[in-house]
């Protein structure tokens, strides 16, 4: 048995992929897998960086929050385009999608917070003040003069 051989065998048993699929699939399964994965290793770097900047609004803070808004969304955009070259492994493809947009979505979440944390969202009572309507007083004095 040869060493390629062997290693598609372990792949195969670590993997909990069926037999059915030809060698070729199975690696192209772990590759999408490590793909769909990837993004996670980012979110505790993307905290770390977030927590460093600090909750001041400055020219310095806003490039890394802008940053981590608009690198999830980008991402999860272009997911078709990120497993375009796994569409053989029908079924499976869209669980690496799902997961895939998962992790971006829990990426964007810790940005949204820091934005929120921030005060850039309006999330409070008094960032909607001027869409109130304006409350009208009739005051009315009674009384006799001294």
Do not use: H
């Not at 769909?36 to 977030?50: D, E, T, V, Y």
């Not at 900047?53 to 991402?75: D, E, L, R």
């Not at 990426?107 to 003040?129: E, N, R």
């Amino acid at each position: 048995m040869s060493i390629a051989a062997a290693n598609v065998a372990a792949a195969t048993n670590a993997s909990g992929a069926s037999s059915k699929l030809p060698p070729n699939e199975v690696l192209m399964s772990k590759k999408g897998w490590e793909i769909a994965k990837s993004p996670i290793k980012g979110i505790f770097m993307n905290a770390f960086i977030l927590w460093m900047i600090g909750s001041a609004i400055s020219i310095f803070t806003m490039p890394p929050v802008i940053y981590m808004v608009i690198g999830p969304i980008k991402a999860i955009l272009q997911t078709n385009a990120v497993f375009s070259r796994f569409e053989v492994l029908k079924r499976e493809v869209l669980l690496m999608k799902l997961t895939y947009i998962a992790i971006q979505l829990g990426l964007l979440s810790v940005a949204l917070y820091k934005c929120s944390s921030m005060g850039l969202l309006p999330i409070t009572q008094s960032d909607w003040l001027s869409s109130l309507p304006l409350k009208i007083n009739y005051d009315a004095v009674s009384g006799s003069q001294i």
